[in-house]
């Protein structure tokens, strides 16, 4: 892999050089104006294992099944949806939900995502439960931040409440359907939380 930019980027700069990068080199994300390794070039410690994909599906079907079922207009995107946060920040979550009609062809930037979603690995475990935390909950859409643990069968669950007040849920049993509201989505998490 090539050496990443070491000069603070704003988001359209960041994306202008991402845009450059081969495919192999990897996934990248804009941190406070600095680029950062999201997943790294296949064979690469911060590759992702067959877990980490699995889940990331199981998230994405549950999901979308929960929007098929209700009577909303609202969106799934797996994988490649980027989201601004606040702060010079351009994110990549696993897996999102944003309401309405779908966005035109050769958006980069899902504007205001309702639910996010991220699936840990070795690699990113510690900055997606700690520093994207932080950073989800700068985004007033996001109303709900999910965390899966590919190697246990283990969702934790953060909720915007009042204010600043963010109500957390851990979840372990499979039989579990997780109501997320708003939008009204009745998320069933068997496949997600199967052994």
């Known amino acids: 892999m090539?050496?990443?930019p070491k000069q603070t980027m704003t988001v359209d700069e960041f994306l202008a050089w991402s845009q450059t990068q081969p495919?192999?080199?990897g996934r990248f994300e804009l941190w406070d104006?600095?680029?950062v390794v999201k997943h790294g070039p296949a064979g690469d410690m911060n590759s992702e294992r067959s877990q980490h994909w699995e889940a990331k599906a199981a998230l994405y079907r549950a999901l979308f099944s929960a929007i098929e079922k209700s009577s909303l207009e609202a969106q799934v995107a797996l994988d490649g949806a980027s989201v601004r946060l606040?702060?010079?920040r351009l994110v990549e979550p696993d897996v999102l939900v944003?309401?309405?009609p779908k966005v035109?062809?050769?958006?980069?930037i899902v504007p205001n995502p309702i639910i996010v979603?991220?699936?840990?690995?070795?690699?990113t475990a510690n900055f997606d439960l700690s520093a994207k935390l932080d950073g989800y909950a700068g985004l007033e859409s996001i109303k709900h931040y999910l965390i899966c643990d590919p190697d246990k069968p283990l969702i934790i669950h953060h909720a915007r409440g009042q204010g600043d007040a963010l109500q957390t849920r851990i979840i372990s049993q499979p039989d579990t359907n997780l109501m997320l509201d708003p939008p009204g989505l009745s998320?069933?998490?068997t496949e997600v939380l199967a052994p």
């Not at 035109?104 to 980069?108: A, K, N, V």
């Not at 979603?117 to 690699?123: F, K, M, N, T």
């Open 117 to 123: 979603c991220e699936v840990l690995s070795p690699a």
């Open 86 to 88: 606040p702060n010079n």
């Open 187 to 189: 998320l069933d998490l």
């Open 23 to 25: 495919k192999e080199a």
């Open 104 to 108: 035109p062809r050769d958006t980069l």
């Open 2 to 4: 090539s050496a990443l």
């Open 33 to 35: 104006g600095q680029v």
């Open 98 to 100: 944003y309401l309405g």
